[in-house]
């Protein structure tokens, strides 16, 4: 166990420094722009230099570095450290991009992927029906070929961002006698043509994030269909592959239990600080155990990923890990903040520092992640079927 | 950056994983758990050639030079197989001899404990929950008067190590005069207690001070966190294996997405909680600053996972795993003893919160 980085990656670590102590923030005219054309600025030099986009082929936009796990997290804590804009985050990015580069046409590579690493178009996913969840493979939004065109007719549910994307990827039903998972295609297709209505579902803390999305003869070419017809179902999985290969980063669990043990210095309880109250030292220090335990799974992950060595069932537990400690810290803090749990998140009481909107919006946020993406039950088997080898549901086994 | 261990600790912990398989297997266990003794001493001379008695000593008292988490590995493995015998209590004694003893000290006695001539033991507890260096109340100096509580292996000990007032450490032996060793119905019986009695008992301090006090300390924590790791470890896989096993309405259990859940969730517990203990080790012997508050929010940590996943294993065993013979009740009284032995978890997440300076 050597906790430190060798003289080698402290050295690129001085790189990174030295890149961003000149590049971010802007200066002079640059620093002037709106902050999404300054971020999109940054980012095309943060790629030249080899710093982002480090898995795409320069051909399709990116900088195409060789796969190094521990450049990679260096770049992540130092871009972190100077609040500089990292890799897009957002579904298209992560999700579609590498689905595109495992199994996409060329013209689709080189279309899509550039245009998406930059942020100039912006994607969604249109996956969940309304009567297809947890049991996805059982989706019935239909498209047939009709000449040259796919003619999609059904409905997404729970589709995230749809009213501001540009285009969407979606499972379609496509083989109508084939069986269940044997029927799906992966189509890609445009938000902006009248066949497509989105209409925002408001959530409990108020935004509206996400949509129901309804397809009425809603077009796209033929040959927007990644992988072959009857596909699609795999073409997915190899996405949520990439997605579960993600390593378990407790940056945020860090910074979050950080601010937590802040709020209990600043709350007061009968006059004194909150953190003097036997009680909440006693629920801090308990938290801070599961905290620092999931630190530490992320360096051992982190150790194991650089040697090319599989994680084992712990990566199927980074996100329940999450979601619970989550879910703990907002639970912790609605206690501190005490009767402005009262208001709204935007509210606030004369006096009373902002951050308790923040926490009392966590409180509400940390339930979305328990459900998002597959909910903690859904987790609960996975991590059961595929971590520890117990047999699947009767029920499941016979769809 | 490497979060990971070495091939030689990979080795290590396979040897010993190895032996406590074929040397030790549940049977022996059970034999001396529900023995007269709790103690076997043709197993624990196995362990002793395999070198576990002096792990962290350097060689030159007869050790085998290793580090802090090399002898916490020994110990998660040790926890698995919930391994009768003084492993604990005797390699305590040689640490507080390391940190806290005289050079003639240290010749004179490690490498008898590394041997296993000797068996050493530690003397801390005083009831009433006062176990650190800060509560002993004993007066050190030439001779010791007071009593000692919940001593492990007191009554097969050669050398005791005593916790005495302002944190200090004193030295008695076997036969000394004026005392007496009173066996405890323990708990756990695969770790027998003791109660030491002292009545003007000849002794000899040990020069160290409340630092190398409180780092014996800080290492046992450590040793019984990766115990409690070990065995959390192997109930869970014991109830994995039960669930695969066992039918009723004509399909395994472990289908029935209640129990999957219950095991899913017990797995989220424990198999994150690795890094802890070998944090703490680490931090034992590399990073100073941390070591003590790593110590104490792990053993805080992972002994609470033990307790609590020794109690779903029960569940997840139904009625057998309420019974005497099944061997799930032997790893729930470990648990029992890793949470209380050194202090609660509760004790030590208030150390934790005024180290942070909460």
């Known amino acids: 166990m050597d906790l430190a980085y060798s003289a080698e990656y402290e050295s690129f670590r001085g790189e990174v420094k030295k890149f961003l102590s000149s590049s971010w923030p802007l200066q002079g005219a640059e620093a002037k722009l709106p902050g999404d054309q300054k971020a999109a600025l940054f980012r095309g ?309 902002r951050e308790n909107g923040q926490w009392i919006g966590q409180f509400l946020w940390s339930l979305g992640s328990a459900v998002a993406g597959g909910t903690a039950n859904i987790q609960r088997n996975v991590i059961g079927e595929r971590g520890l080898g117990l047999p699947r549901d009767a029920a499941a086994q016979r769809s | 950056m490497n979060f990971d261990l070495t091939e030689e600790q990979d080795l290590l912990q396979e040897t010993v994983r190895q032996f406590a398989a074929n040397e030790c297997p549940p049977g022996r266990v059970r034999a001396i758990f529900d023995g007269d003794q709790g103690h076997d001493p043709a197993l624990w001379k196995g362990l002793l050639e395999l070198g576990l008695g002096a792990i962290a000593v350097p060689d030159e008292y007869g050790g085998a030079g290793l580090e802090l988490l090399d002898l916490a590995l020994a110990s998660e493995v040790l926890g698995a197989g919930a391994v009768p015998g003084p492993f604990l209590g005797h390699s305590l004694a040689g640490l507080a001899l390391l940190y806290a003893g005289s050079d003639a000290q240290k010749k004179s006695w490690l490498p008898k404990l590394a041997s296993g001539e000797a068996i050493g033991t530690v003397a801390f507890a005083e009831g009433e929950g006062r176990w650190q260096p800060e509560d002993w109340t004993i007066a050190g100096g030439a001779t010791l008067s007071g009593v000692k509580a919940h001593v492990p292996f007191g009554a097969h000990a050669d050398l005791y190590v005593v916790g005495t007032r302002g944190g200090g450490l004193a030295l008695v032996e076997r036969g000394a005069r004026r005392f007496e060793v009173e066996p405890l119905a323990g708990i756990d019986r695969t770790r027998r207690l003791s109660e030491l009695r002292f009545a003007d008992t000849p002794c000899e301090a040990l020069p160290g001070g409340p630092a190398a006090a409180a780092r014996v300390r800080d290492a046992g924590l450590v040793l019984l966190a990766a115990d409690a790791f070990g065995g959390a470890a192997r109930l869970l896989e014991m109830s994995v294996e039960y669930a695969k096993t066992r039918q009723q309405f004509g399909i395994t259990i472990g289908s029935f997405q209640g129990l999957k859940h219950q095991l899913a969730n017990m797995a989220v517990e424990v198999e994150p909680a690795r890094g802890l203990y070998w944090y703490a080790a680490h931090a034992l012997d590399h990073l100073p600053a941390e070591s003590e508050r790593s110590a104490a929010l792990a053993k805080a940590h992972l002994t609470q996972v033990y307790m609590q996943v020794a109690r779903d294993a029960v569940e997840a065993h139904g009625g057998i795993g309420f019974t005497w013979e099944c061997d799930v009740q032997i790893y729930f009284k470990r648990a029992m003893f890793d949470r209380a032995f050194l202090g609660a978890p509760a004790a030590h997440r208030e150390r934790a919160a005024a180290l942070a300076g909460w």
């Open chain 1, 45 to 353: 030099r943060a790629i030249a230099a080899g710093y982002l986009a480090r898995a795409v082929p320069v051909r399709y936009g990116g900088s195409e570095q060789a796969p190094d796990v521990l450049k990679g997290q260096i770049i992540r804590e130092e871009f972190f450290r100077a609040r500089a804009p990292g890799d897009l985050a957002g579904i298209g990015p992560s999700m579609l991009v590498p689905t595109l580069l495992e199994k996409g046409t060329e013209w689709q590579k080189e279309k899509f992927i550039g245009p998406t690493i930059r942020g100039e178009v912006v994607w969604c996913q249109g996956y969940s029906e309304p009567g297809s969840g947890s049991d996805l493979a059982s989706l019935q939004t239909r498209a047939q070929i009709v000449g040259d065109e796919w003619v999609i007719n059904g409905q997404k549910i729970w589709t995230s961002g749809a009213h501001i994307a540009d285009y969407m990827f979606c499972l379609c039903r496509t083989e109508r006698d084939a069986p269940k998972h044997a029927g799906i295609s992966y189509l890609l297709l445009s938000m902006k043509q009248p066949g497509i209505e989105v209409r925002p579902l408001r959530q409990m803390t108020g935004a509206a994030d996400f949509n129901e999305v309804f397809f009425t003869d809603a077009r796209t070419p033929a040959d927007w269909i990644v992988g072959k017809r009857g596909e699609g179902w795999i073409v997915s999985r190899t996405t949520l592959k990439h997605e579960r290969n993600m390593i378990g980063d407790a940056a945020n669990t860090v910074m979050m239990f950080g601010g937590l043990v802040e709020l209990a210095k600043r709350a007061l309880r009968d006059g004194r600080p909150a953190i003097q109250d036997p009680s909440v030292r006693q629920r801090l220090a308990q938290l801070e155990g599961y905290v620092r335990s999931h630190q530490y799974s992320g360096y051992r992950q982190l150790t194991k990923a650089a040697k090319a060595q599989e994680p084992g069932p712990i990566g199927l537990m980074n996100k329940l890990v999450s979601t619970n400690l989550g879910q703990e810290m907002a639970k912790i803090a609605l206690d501190l903040v005490g009767d402005d749990g009262l208001l709204e998140p935007a509210e606030r009481r004369l006096g009373a520092p």
